[in-house]
């Protein structure tokens, strides 16, 4: 290699070392800060994912005890077609426990039926005139609270005479205003 030819190598060396440190560290420089930078974005996106992955498992959680809550509550609900099946369906579950506790049910009122602005619950309230021994009134209380019916006692007057008690309890309890029937197309 001759002196000129390795002068113009050097030169081309230099010409390349100027290009190199002008156009390729930048774009090697962007390369590099743009790689960190998805990297960054990933590991956000990978905390994102997780925050989310706890959230919807927490959600799903809550959305389950809800549905156990709402079946709870339906269950509780007292059955029937109509105000008037709602009510009769109350008065039979009401004789029952009252046979089972050996409580006298001198009178039982028609149940009084409320529905809801909105037409979608019912209040049931039933009456009821009893007679017993006050073991038979605390075991009636008993059994009504196992029920898996939700009956509240919401007035309970008690009159002693001797060895006998008698009064009157007042019972509420809920029920859902059933859909209308489908109307029959002509």
């Not at 927490?58 to 059955?79: H, I, P, T, V």
């Amino acid at each position: 290699m001759t002196t000129k030819e390795k002068r113009l190598l050097k030169f081309a060396l230099l010409i390349f070392i100027v290009f190199v440190s002008f156009q390729g560290l930048p774009t090697a420089n962007k390369f590099v800060f743009d790689y960190w930078q998805h990297l960054q974005d990933l590991q956000q996106e990978i905390q994102n994912s997780k925050k989310l992955t706890d959230k919807t498992k927490f959600w799903e959680e809550e959305n389950q005890r809800a549905k156990e809550k709402l079946s709870k509550a339906n269950s509780g609900l007292l059955e029937g077609e109509n105000s008037q099946l709602v009510g009769a369906n109350m008065q039979k579950l009401l004789r029952e426990i009252a046979r089972q506790s050996e409580l006298t049910i001198t009178s039982m009122e028609p149940p009084k039926v409320e529905i809801s602005n909105s037409n979608q619950w019912m209040l049931v309230v039933q009456t009821i005139q009893f007679d017993a021994e006050p073991k038979a009134l605390m075991r009636f209380l008993t059994v009504l609270d196992k029920v898996p019916k939700n009956l509240i006692v919401a007035m309970l007057d008690v009159r002693s005479n001797r060895d006998r008690i008698s009064g009157t309890i007042q019972l509420t309890g809920f029920s859902r205003v059933p859909p209308p029937p489908p109307a029959a197309n002509p």
